[in-house]
Nanobody, 116 residues
Framework: VQLVESGGGLVQAGGSVRLSCATSESIVRIVTMAWYRQTPGKEREFVARSNRDGSVEYAESVAGRFYIYRDKARDTLNLEMNNLKLEDTATYYC???????????WGQGTQVTVSS
C-alpha cells in the first residue's frame, strides 16, 4: 500500500489547514489509519486515528481542534487542523495497517509550520 500526503505548509497561529493522505488501495480495506507527527530531535508522536469500524481517537494535545475522517469516494484520509498553535509545527506522517500502534505503511511526510 502506498500512502501519499499532501497539504500543509505555512499557516498562522489560530488558523486552519487540511492534510490529505491518498491511498493506493481502497481505504475501506485498511483496518486502521493514523496521523503521526515529528519534530527534529524528538520521537514521532501519535496525533489521531481512524479505524475501519468508524471509531476515532485523538491525542489529548489536539482533541477538540483536529478532526480525522476517511473520504471513501476519494480513498483519502484527511486531517482537519483548526486553531493551530506554534507547538503543532512538525512533519506530519500518514500511516496504515492492521494493528493499532504498529503501522505497516507510512507516507513520506508533509511539513506544517505554524507562525506567530
Amino acid at each position: 500500500v502506498q500512502l501519499v500526503e499532501s497539504g500543509g505548509g505555512l499557516v498562522q497561529a489560530g488558523g486552519s489547514v487540511r492534510l490529505s493522505c491518498a491511498t493506493s488501495e481502497s481505504i475501506v480495506r485498511i483496518v486502521t489509519m493514523a496521523w503521526y507527527r515529528q519534530t527534529p530531535g524528538k520521537e514521532r508522536e501519535f496525533v489521531a486515528r481512524s479505524n475501519r469500524d468508524g471509531s476515532v481517537e485523538y491525542a489529548e494535545s489536539v482533541a477538540g481542534r483536529f478532526y480525522i475522517y476517511r473520504d471513501k469516494a476519494r480513498d483519502t484520509l484527511n486531517l482537519e487542523m483548526n486553531n493551530l498553535k506554534l507547538e503543532d509545527t512538525a512533519t506530519y506522517y500518514c500511516s496504515g495497517g492492521v494493528l493499532i500502534n504498529m503501522p505497516d505503511y507510512w507516507g513520506q511526510g508533509t511539513q506544517v509550520t505554524v507562525s506567530s
